[in-house]
């Protein structure tokens, strides 16, 4: 099992930067899939990118934030990172991150259902 707790979450205007942290109850290298979801009413839950923790640290993150967002892997602190430049208004959602211990996330790492591991989610808004 694993306990997960994200921090950092917060208000920042349109083109500004945040970074979330998500801290680990275990080591880094013992979670196989580490991943960064968002959710809003209107969209759901999307995942936004993840990394391969538990192997060569492959990271991924889906199209809409390639090039702004970067995923972070610290095991000295067992704490993970999601780095946001450039905000835009479509960023605003509560935030979460998820391990996987299996790595079901291999296959499909947008998949929430690859995760069985949440923490509580940190809110994130963007205003113009």
């Known amino acids: 099992q694993v306990q997960l707790k994200e921090s950092g979450g917060g208000s920042v205007q349109v083109g500004g930067s945040l970074t979330l942290s998500c801290a680990v109850s275990?080591?880094?290298?013992?979670?196989?899939?580490l991943g960064w979801f968002r959710h809003t009413p209107a969209k759901g839950r999307e995942g936004v990118a993840a990394?391969?923790?538990?192997?060569?640290?492959?990271?991924f993150l889906t199209d809409s934030v390639k090039g702004r967002f970067t995923i972070i892997q610290d095991n000295a602190k067992k704490m993970f990172y999601l780095q946001m430049n450039n905000l835009k208004p479509e960023a605003a959602a509560v935030y979460y991150c998820a391990a996987d211990l299996v790595g079901r996330a291999r296959n499909w790492w947008e998949s929430s259902s690859a995760y069985d591991y949440w923490g509580q989610g940190t809110q994130v808004n963007v205003s113009s």
């Open positions: 275990r080591e880094p290298w013992s979670i196989r899939f």
């Open positions: 990394i391969e923790s538990g192997g060569n640290g492959m990271t």
